[in-house]
């Protein structure tokens, strides 16, 4: 044994754990840290009005979510957050049906979900007792493929015209001609912070509303505490999700889309902010919209009637 190896002293278990660490995080969210300290301009704002592209299809997040299509529908797996999320989602839609006035139908509700993965809500949409129709879109054939797949295991969702999904992007769905063809509720869940260009795809989402229908989707707010809440902790720590999962400079504040869209003539909107407990799930929260996950919605005019041209 040589004397290198014999006067060696060990090695303190308290710098092993330090070493690690500064090794690990040379690998993770801390490189784009800098980032979070200056104002970013959000994409609601620093993207033209107008993209350059006829898809808000991203390849790069179609290739990412593809690759978690086998374990959708997992209650251990990637994808479980989401489906914890539904229930709130759906307390979220019935407060904002709940608010408006007039008051809403009660029955024969038609939901578009735009962005549909592997049909958490788009199931559960269609289940409701006053839900007369549900059209599931998403980019992804893999991902579309489980949703099938899974709602034929279900026989109330096989009647015709009840649950639907097509392999589209909402630039790719006909126009509706009349008030027939829209919908009451039209819903984007966890979409638009994958989109490159957010302002031109809800332009091409606001036709298919009805008047005094509502636009509800669920986003993150562009804050410190997401960037550490989703992109330190959730990916690279604790790997709730897998890394790569979101852009923290795609995150949408909620006072954004309150100007986007109250400036386009709609009404009413409203937020609900989220927090995510491991062990417990996600909780509601009340002003957590300024800070990370949340729920938004807002109202087409009543009389207001939107046909846009292609």
């Known amino acids: 044994m040589s004397s290198e190896s014999t006067t060696r002293q060990p090695i303190s278990t308290s710098a092993t754990r330090s070493n690690t660490m500064l090794s690990y995080f040379r690998f993770t969210s801390f490189r784009n840290a800098p980032s979070i300290f200056r104002q970013t301009p959000g994409p609601l704002r620093s993207n033209s009005t107008t993209s350059t592209t006829s898809t808000s299809v991203n390849p790069t997040e179609v290739s990412h979510f593809n690759a978690l299509a086998s374990t959708w529908w997992d209650p251990q797996g990637p994808s479980r957050i989401l489906q914890q999320m539904n229930p709130h989602r759906h307390d979220f839609i019935r407060s904002c049906l709940k608010s408006q006035t007039p008051a809403a139908p009660t029955s024969g509700l038609r939901y578009l979900d735009v962005g549909c993965g592997g049909g958490v809500f788009t199931e ?102 997401s960037w550490f809440t989703t992109k330190l902790v959730a990916e690279d720590i604790a790997r709730i999700i897998p890394r790569g999962t979101h852009d923290w400079t795609q995150y949408i504040n909620e006072d954004e889309l309150r100007e986007w ?16 407990v491991p062990g417990l799930g996600w909780k509601e929260v009340s002003g957590g919209e300024k800070y ?11 009389g207001e009637q939107e046909f846009a041209t292609r």
């Not at 989109?195 to 707010?221: D, N, Q």
Request: hydrophobic content about 35%.
């Open 292 to 302: 990370g996950n949340y729920l938004f919605a807002a109202r087409k005019q009543p």
């Open 261 to 276: 869209f109250t400036k386009r003539g709609w009404t009413s909107p409203r937020a609900t902010g989220l927090f995510y």
């Open 124 to 225: 559960s949409a269609a289940r409701l007792p006053h839900t007369s129709a549900v059209l599931g879109l998403d980019p992804s054939p893999e991902v579309l493929a489980v949703a099938e797949e899974h709602a034929r295991q279900d026989p109330s969702l096989q009647s015709e015209g009840k649950l639907s999904y097509l392999n589209k992007t909402i630039e790719d769905l006909p126009l509706p001609k009349g008030p027939e063809e829209q919908y009451d509720i039209v819903t984007l869940f966890e979409v638009i912070e994958h989109i490159s260009h957010p302002s031109p795809f809800l332009s091409s989402c606001l036709p298919f509303v009805k008047p005094g229908g509502w636009i509800v989707m669920s986003t993150i707010a562009r804050t410190w505490t």
